[in-house]
């Protein structure tokens, strides 16, 4: 199947600083790609869907300033946490739709201090 | 509203036995339905996908069922692993594909 990778696996920051977050596709293209937050014990809640070339799409509530989307190139999305404060903290993951299944990335565990 | 409820939350089982998770659903459009295995600390993998024409669909152990008419899935696990211990999530896709609607998941822990 598709594969998903993201980087770093897990980051630990202090409040205030920034953290970014990639996503990339290693075996395939991906025009869109989505990232999603998941709180403990909670399911994965779409925050935003990354649009190769253009604007990231932003679920209702999410702060688009705050959480900075660029899709570059067609196998590469970033999200940036700006100004993190430990509300932030959680466990972000990107997905992508090469075909009908959904892969996901391997997750990104945020800690902010 | 689109919802998608689980049950259990969660379930402690022995090894090498049978269970089986609960998924119901109230979201329209629909367009399929999808189950996922999360182990801890990592993305969602996915398990079966289901179209509304479809009853069962089956992944080695994992064998989903499809009920439309009473928006009604299940997903049966047979001779448990301890591999299988995580978390599973039924998602149901409107007409759009990307537009997803997560069920809480249930939590499967495998006793050895």
Not at chain 1, 18 to 26: D, G, Q, T
Not at chain 1, 65 to 70: C, H, S
């Amino acid at each position: 199947g598709a594969v998903v990778s993201q980087h770093p696996s897990w980051v630990i920051c202090k409040s205030g600083t920034s953290v970014k977050i990639e996503c990339r596709s290693l075996d395939f293209q991906a025009t869109t790609m989505f990232w999603y937050r998941q709180f403990p014990k909670q399911s994965l809640m779409l925050m935003a869907t990354s649009n190769e070339g253009s604007k990231a799409t932003y679920e209702q509530g999410v702060e688009k300033d705050k959480f900075l989307i660029n899709h570059a190139s067609l196998t590469l999305s970033t999200l940036t946490v700006t100004s993190a404060h430990p509300e932030d903290s959680s466990f972000y993951i990107c997905s992508a739709w090469p075909e009908e299944t959904q892969y996901f990335g391997p997750g990104t565990r945020l800690l902010v201090l | 509203k689109n919802q998608v409820e689980q049950s259990p939350q969660s379930l402690i089982i022995l090894e090498g036995k049978n269970c089986t998770l609960q998924c119901n659903y109230t979201v329209s459009p629909f367009s399929n339905l999808r189950w996922y295995k999360q182990d801890t600390g990592r993305g969602p993998v996915s398990l079966t996908i289901m179209t509304f024409s479809e009853n069962t669909k089956s992944n080695g152990r994992y064998t989903a069922t499809l009920d439309a008419d009473t928006k009604q899935s299940s997903l049966h696990i047979t001779a448990s692993q301890l591999s299988d211990s995580a978390s599973y999530i039924c998602v149901v896709s409107l007409d759009s594909n990307y537009q997803l609607i997560w069920g809480a998941g249930t939590k499967l822990i495998i006793k050895p």
